[in-house]
T-cell receptor, first 113, second 113 residues
Framework: DADVTQTPRNRITKTGKRIMLECSQTKGHDRMYWYRQDPGLGLRLIYY???????NKGEISDGYSVSRQAQAKFSLSLESAIPNQTALYFCATSDWTKADEQFFGPGTRLTVL | AQSVTQPDIHITVSEGASLELRCNYS??????LFWYVQSPGQGLQLLLK??????LVQGIKGFEAEFKRSQSSFNLRKPSVHWSDAAEYFCAVGDSGYSTLTFGKGTMLLVSP
């Protein structure tokens, strides 16, 4: 079984809809991250969480929100999706003892029409 | 703020030939450096990492990278490329104080027969 899972893997939605992307991990890591990937731009950090009570904005948090429901679960929400949020979204985890080494999920491809 | 530059957007290498992918970083202190690989439709997999010590680091799949502080570089190398190495490669620098990664924009490796 995969250590970091993301659901859904693919989603097509319309402008203005609320969307939630979910991430779960079985690695026992305390730290979790959300990134988006756009062609030619690499990965950019949206939000990160060091534990259940700690949420931090990343480089591009506008238009997004997150919820850390448990140590193993970290959800990303788009309250009102817009077309320029069409991208590949990745969740990642890390252990505080090896904080900079991150493990990635398979990604969610989101298309906003 | 830290930054990473991958000067080559695409590189084509013949199967069996050697490979070098370039990465330059900007960071005020001793950096934590990483190379990740993303195969088509997949998440990111860690190839290797540099935290401290020996400046030549070995990774998985026969890859190695050399940290050169004087040149602010962390280039990825492989002596003989296989067709299965065709993928996108990302260099990243870690901020050990905040445990976030900054990624380069990636280099797409194409392997010709």
């Amino acid at each position: 079984d995969a250590d970091v899972t993301q659901t859904p893997r693919n989603r097509i939605t319309k402008t203005g809809k609320r969307i939630m992307l979910e991430c779960s991990q079985t690695k026992g890591h305390d730290r979790m991250y959300w990134y988006r990937q756009d062609p030619g731009l690499g990965l950019r950090l949206i939000y990160y969480s060091f534990d259940v009570k700690d949420i931090n904005k990343g480089e591009i948090s506008d238009g997004y929100s997150v919820s850390r429901q448990a140590q193993a679960k970290f959800s990303l929400s788009l309250e009102s999706a817009i077309p320029n949020q069409t991208a590949l979204y990745f969740c990642a985890t890390s252990d505080w003892t090896k904080a900079d080494e991150q493990f990635f999920g398979p990604g969610t491809r989101l298309t906003v029409l | 703020a830290q930054s990473v530059t991958q000067p080559d957007i695409h590189i084509t290498v013949s199967e069996g030939a050697s490979l070098e992918l370039r990465c330059n970083y900007s960071y005020g202190a001793t950096p934590y450096l990483f190379w990740y690989v993303q195969s088509p439709g997949q998440g990111l997999q860690l190839l290797l990492k540099y935290f401290s010590g020996d400046t030549l680091v070995q990774g998985i799949k026969g890859f190695e990278a050399e940290f050169k502080r004087s040149q602010s570089s962390f280039n990825l190398r492989k002596p003989s490329v296989h067709w299965s190495d065709a993928a996108e490669y990302f260099c990243a620098v870690g901020d050990s104080g905040y445990s976030t990664l900054t990624f380069g924009k990636g280099t797409m490796l194409l392997v010709s027969p």
